[in-house]
Antibody, heavy 124, light 110 residues
Framework: QVTLRESGPALVKPTQTLTLTCTFS??????????VSWIRQPPGKALEWLAL???????YYSTSLKTRLTISKDTSKKQVVLTMTNMDPVDTATYYC????????????????WGQGTLVTVSS | QSALTQPPSVSGSPGQSVTISCTGT?????????VSWYQQPPGTAPKLIIY???NRPSGVPDRFSGSKSGNTASLTISGLQAEDEADYYC??????????FGTGTKVTVL
């Protein structure tokens, strides 16, 4: 069964760099078509897509945040890491990782499994 | 990339039908069938309920249905039940090889 779990600091200071880890099971990121994405949700607000990494190590970023984001994977550890630089209080949010499969392989393109999310607060 | 536009809230009595719209542009909703919908009860992670415009994953009740016309996708909940009270979000792939979510709609069962 597919599961994902986010981990990282609950509190970061402004200007610091945030590092979040998504640890998953039930699938492999070395399998063609498999991808993992990061999505965030500020308290009381809408979901916002951040980044995606695929089985071939191709990476895609939100246009508005791409200068601050880096996504990477460790296939053997079954982990995907997201770093976000220069954190600001407006970045306070619950950060989710989710699995997505490439439509060329699955015929569909949606976030079918999600982690429970981790709340990150940015405050001095 | 601007968020897809959804109504902030919709409501209905048990048994009624409600429809949530999701309006994008020709660079996202209008150009792809890669539109999905997510249900998020308070304090929980989003759950996929519709993919590829109108397909339901296994286990999702058939009272949830999706459609698309032009730049607007829609989610209809037929036979509204108390357990359907939640926030709902649409999502689409975009021509920039990114994804965009909707502004979210709160469904209230009266």
């Amino acid at each position: 069964q597919v599961t994902l779990r986010e981990s990282g600091p609950a509190l970061v200071k402004p200007t610091q760099t945030l590092t979040l880890t998504c640890t998953f099971s039930g699938f492999s990121l070395s399998t063609s078509g498999m991808c993992v994405s990061w999505i965030r949700q500020p308290p009381g607000k809408a979901l916002e897509w951040l980044a995606l990494i695929d089985w071939d190590d191709d990476k895609y970023y939100s246009t508005s945040l791409k200068t601050r984001l880096t996504i990477s994977k460790d296939t053997s550890k079954k982990q995907v890491v997201l770093t976000m630089t220069n954190m600001d209080p407006v970045d306070t949010a619950t950060y989710y990782c989710a699995r997505i499969t490439h439509p060329s392989y699955s015929g569909r393109d949606d976030f079918d499994y999600w982690g429970q999310g981790t709340l990150v607060t940015v405050s001095s | 990339q601007s968020a897809l536009t959804q109504p902030p809230s919709v409501s209905g009595s048990p048994g009624q039908s409600v429809t949530i719209s999701c309006t994008g542009t020709s660079s996202d909703v209008g150009s792809y069938t890669r539109v999905s919908w997510y249900q998020q009860p308070p304090g929980t992670a989003p759950k996929l309920i519709i993919y590829e415009v109108s397909n339901r994953p296994s286990g999702v009740p058939d009272r949830f249905s999706g459609s698309k016309s032009g730049n607007t996708a829609s989610l209809t909940i037929s036979g509204l039940q108390a357990e359907d009270e939640a926030d709902y979000y649409c999502s689409s792939y975009t021509s920039s090889s990114t994804y965009v979510f909707g502004t979210g709609t709160k469904v209230t069962v009266l």
